[in-house]
């Protein structure tokens, strides 16, 4: 699925956050405990969400922060985000951040 991987480096992203997946130990697990390609193991484990009352505002506030530590502007991290959240799996239903 094309929602699924970057269309730079083939790496898997996460449909909640949007954390590149570079391993399988970034993964989350389906409901038998199988790795799963659509959600990174800090949003879903056992076929569920960790956070299921999350709102996409919340996500882009969490997310912001993490880009923030790793050394990124917080206005261009939220534009990022604003401009991508919108488009994963888990909030292509969700009309605004």
Do not use: N
């Not at 790795?35 to 912001?64: H, I």
């Not at 990124?72 to 909030?91: C, G, N, Q, V, Y």
């Amino acid at each position: 699925m094309e929602t699924t991987t970057s269309h730079h480096s083939g790496t898997l992203i996460c449909q909640s956050c949007g954390m590149p997946m570079a391993g399988a130990e970034l993964q989350g697990t389906d409901r038998e405990g199988k790795k799963t390609d659509e959600y990174c193991v800090y949003c879903y484990e056992s076929g569920e969400f960790k956070q299921p009352e999350t709102t996409m505002e919340v996500m882009a506030d969490l997310c912001a922060g993490f880009m923030v530590e790793e050394g990124m502007d917080e206005a261009e991290a939220r534009r990022i985000l604003a401009d991508s959240l919108p488009r994963l799996k888990r909030w292509s239903t969700v009309t605004e951040i």
